[in-house]
């Protein structure tokens, strides 16, 4: 089955300064990665995803990165904000329009510090 | 529009005894997928449903059940409970026209004594 390693573990970052977030597989039939923030007390929350026929992919702060050949993709966060500190888990999973099963990271706790 | 919602939030019972813990999708949404988080293991995926059928299972053993109602409603059950039970238990929905997993549920926080 699948398989995802997540890196790092834990992140300190001053605000204003950038964060990533690295994460493999090892299926490569996957074929969508979405990225989770999880606050304390509350369930993940979808921040941002993408499908392996694209490459990157940018909303505001937040963009992914994927290589598909090397089994990578990647979380960036440009500009934290005390507000960005919470764990943060990547995903795969393979979109066959049948069942879904998310297979997750290990989590990243990102401590963004003033 | 209101989120996945799962109930009870806390639980606390004893080994050997069963739980059911229930949740609530997003309107129209038929599937719902159950996930089990603890700090050892992290997020692992326990099963999914869809129309009242059980379309995907994770490696969890028998005594972990589901059920889907007609409204989508859907439940969760966990038998003969274990110490290792102690965990996050999130569930998350979606549409039929979804192909990816959006948010998931606040989670139930079971604790076995």
């Known amino acids: 089955g699948e398989n995802v390693e997540q890196h790092p573990s834990t992140l300190s970052v001053q605000e204003g300064d950038s964060a990533v977030i690295k994460c493999t597989y090892s299926?490569?039939?996957?074929?969508?990665f979405p990225w989770y923030k999880q606050e304390l007390g509350k369930g993940p929350q979808l921040i941002i995803d993408?499908?392996?026929?694209?490459g990157e992919k940018k909303d505001q702060r937040i963009a992914v990165t994927l290589n598909k050949t090397a089994k990578h993709f990647s979380l960036h966060i440009t500009e934290t904000q005390p507000e960005d500190s919470a764990v943060y888990f990547c995903?795969?999973?393979?979109?066959?329009?049948?069942?879904?099963?998310?297979?997750f990271g290990t989590g990243t706790q990102l401590k963004v510090e003033l | 529009k209101a989120g996945v919602t799962q109930t009870p939030r806390y639980l606390i019972k004893t080994r050997g005894q069963q739980v059911t813990l229930s949740c609530s999708p997003i309107?129209?949404?038929?599937?719902v997928s159950w996930y089990q988080q603890t700090p050892g293991q992290g997020l692992q995926f326990l099963f999914e449903?869809?129309?009242?059928?059980?379309?995907n299972k994770g490696n969890f053993p028998g005594r972990f059940s589901g059920r889907q109602f007609s409204n989508s409603r859907s439940e969760m059950n966990v038998s003969t409970l274990e110490l290792g039970d102690s965990a996050l238990y999130l569930c998350?929905?979606?549409?039929?026209?979804?192909?990816?997993?959006?948010?998931f549920g606040p989670g139930t926080r079971l604790t076995v004594t």
């Open positions: 993408i499908r392996s026929n694209v």
């Open positions: 309107s129209g949404h038929r599937s």
């Open positions: 449903y869809f129309s009242e059928t059980q379309r």
């Open positions: 299926d490569s039939a996957s074929n969508y």
């Open positions: 998350a929905s979606r549409s039929l026209r979804d192909t990816t997993q959006g948010d």
């Open positions: 995903a795969a999973f393979i979109l066959t329009g049948g069942g879904n099963k998310l297979t």
